[in-house]
């Protein structure tokens, strides 16, 4: 054992002597295997353009890369952390990390402990063909315009409460940054970005997670052909401006596929919210995780098989004071309730959305009048049992997916129990016969016969 590691530490000193850490017009490849005597030593007295190979097998971390160079590994090649701090930190611009396995960051939220850290000095950083895993946060983006993550796969901490894990990748006033066609599970959102400007987040899948996507104060960015699945909500976008929010799917989210707050002057389209009944193990999962959290059993849930009797989703969309956003062509099938429309969401154009078996297509408490229609065209409901005498598309009456009765409901749900009673249907009927009595809400003006073609996540058919 001696002998090999005086042996390493002679070829490092050798590879020293002969002028790799000098400036070079080539860039050069070094190979190295575990038994290198120190890495970062080799790391750090790189040239810039160098990639640095390492061969199959374990190696120590922390690590700091202070060169524009490429540290990328063989099949197997693993590098493990302390325990404390971040595995492999990236200051230089342009640097490449690849093909590693990285594991064993610290657990200090404070000091953002991650398999990857890229600062903000490493501009145009490539984070590609990693797998991370047993790291509090994946990567992390601090600052650093222009860095792409792509092709990486991310497993988060699994047995931790939910506030003592990070995430799969946070973005923190990154412009430009790119987060392209990773594999997220586990840990607390997939992707958190925070005071942040023109990133792109596409083609990435999320599972077991609280939220996919979760997007704060980040403005002018583009949220698109991802899939969400099995997480408690899909796509959680909050105070921000300009997004483009297009052929994205939750599939089966537990309480919201897509939640806006505040989210303003956006084009959100042909994005798929599918409902469905809930696994009971996903259920018993977050009751687990509440108790563990201090919420008592009685208040975590209720019995696994009423839950298991949930429509799906409790909300396919929840809107809540957003404003002047193209909201188009996108389709909420099997939740609780479509859309939830609230607190003076105003100037938003609403057409060719279809709402497909929800037990609720929209709720409204408002009393303002909405027109869901623009331009002849509105929206399809599966539950809009309307005519099209002159075969144009365009159901011949009005829909309104609400009365009177649903407001008492929501506001005093003890009422359910007159539901079926002669004086409801009585004033279901009256409402119907005059709309005049309508007390405002949501009116679709010219529904649609037959629901759009729904794309899925690479934008073709399914």
């Known amino acids: ?26 860039a050069r490849q070094l190979s190295l295997t575990p038994d290198v005597g120190n890495l970062q030593a080799v790391l750090g007295s790189a040239s810039d353009g160098d ?31 302390s325990g404390t701090g971040s595995v492999i930190t990236v200051s230089a611009p342009d640097v490449v990390v690849r093909g590693l396995e990285v594991r064993g ?18 501009r145009g950083a490539l984070i590609e063909d990693n797998h991370l895993e047993d790291n509090l946060f994946g990567m992390y983006f601090h600052g650093a315009p222009d860095a792409v993550a792509r092709h990486n796969t991310v497993v988060g901490l699994r047995q931790a409460r939910n506030s003592e894990t990070g995430n799969g990748i946070t973005v923190w006033n990154a412009p430009g940054a790119k987060v392209l066609d990773n594999d997220f599970r586990y ?30 104060y980040a403005n002018d960015g583009e949220i698109t052909n991802n899939v969400s699945k099995g997480n408690i909500i899909g796509y959680a976008l909050m105070f921000s401006k300009r997004l483009v929010v297009r052929g994205n799917v939750s599939d089966r989210d537990r309480d919201r596929g897509i939640l806006f707050n ?24 977050s009751d687990n995780r509440a108790v563990e959290e201090g919420v008592p059993q ?26 002047k956003n193209r909201i188009e062509r996108n389709w909420f099938e099997g939740c609780e309730i479509g859309v939830h429309f609230t607190a003076g969401s105003e100037g ?30 509105g929206n399809y409901w599966s539950d809009n049992p309307a005519f099209d005498l002159n075969g144009d598309g365009i159901a011949d009456t009005a829909y309104r997916p609400n009365d009177l009765i649903d407001r008492v409901l929501w506001t005093a749900p003890a009422a359910k129990v007159l539901i079926n009673s002669p004086a409801v249907q009585v004033i279901r009927w009256a409402q119907a016969q005059f709309p005049a009595l309508l007390p405002g809400g949501v009116v679709d003006s010219h529904p649609l016969m037959a629901p759009p073609a729904r794309r899925n996540p690479a934008g073709g058919e399914p």
């Open 1 to 26: 054992m001696h002998c090999s590691r005086r042996m390493a530490e002679f070829a490092l000193a050798a590879l020293l002597a002969a002028g790799f850490g000098a400036s070079t017009a080539s």
């Open 51 to 81: 990639e640095v190979r390492l061969a199959a097998g374990k190696y120590r971390g922390p690590l700091h890369i202070v060169r524009r160079i490429t540290l990328s590994g063989a099949a197997g090649a693993v590098v493990t952390g």
């Open 105 to 122: 960051s610290g657990r200090s939220l404070e000091t953002m402990d991650s398999g990857i850290f890229v600062e903000q000095s490493a």
């Open 187 to 216: 840990g607390r959102d997939g992707i958190f970005a925070i005071t942040s400007r023109n990133n792109v987040f596409s083609g990435n899948h999320f599972q077991d997670l609280r939220f996919a996507v979760h997007y704060m």
């Open 262 to 285: 505040s989210t303003n002057s956006s084009e959100i389209s042909d994005n798929a919210v599918i409902g469905g009944p809930q696994p009971a193990e996903r259920w018993a999962t």
């Open 298 to 323: 009685s208040e975590a849930s209720s019995s696994l098989a009423a839950r298991d009797q949930r429509i799906g989703p409790e909300k396919c969309a929840f809107i809540y004071n957003t404003n």
């Open 348 to 377: 938003n154009d609403i057409t060719g959305n279809a709402f497909v078996n929800n037990a609720n297509q929209v709720k409204y408490v408002g009393t303002r009048h909405l027109d869901w229609s623009r331009d002849g065209r």
